[in-house]
Nanobody
Framework: VQLQASGGGLVQAGGALRLSCVAS????????MGWFRQIPGKERNVVAS???????YYADSVKGRFTISRDSVKNTVYLQMDNLKPEDTAVYYC?????????????WGQGTLVTVSS
């Protein structure tokens, strides 16, 4: 499975962005999918995930502001990020075959940079 992430950019605090992750070489509809983020020098951590049955997980820091969704027809996973804060600044990675408890995944996209200015 190859994952192509896009949608990052520079936004002011309080603004919104939508990240997209398009898959090729395999269907996303039956996989655990998710988004991680990483600040330089720190560990990559899961931000949100969506299971094969539509069950969702959100890190406490993004609950109520981020929404993960999946379009099986387009083979794409999205991360809608609202009310962004400067502390959301990071490189965001989409991932497939995510193992939430282990905070890892089998397949990774290339990362897209999100910068939130204060």
């Amino acid at each position: 499975v190859q994952l192509q992430a896009s949608g990052g950019g520079l936004v002011q605090a309080g603004g919104a962005l939508r990240l997209s992750c398009v898959a090729s070489g395999g269907s996303l509809s039956t996989r655990n999918m998710g988004w991680f983020r990483q600040i330089p020098g720190k560990e990559r951590n899961v931000v949100a995930s969506i299971g094969s049955h539509g069950d969702r997980y959100y890190a406490d820091s993004v609950k109520g502001r981020f929404t993960i969704s999946r379009d099986s027809v387009k083979n794409t996973v999205y991360l809608q990020m609202d009310n962004l804060k400067p502390e959301d600044t990071a490189v965001y990675y989409c991932a497939a075959d995510l193992r939430l408890v282990l905070n890892t995944a089998t397949y990774w996209g290339q990362g897209t940079l999100v910068t939130v200015s204060s």
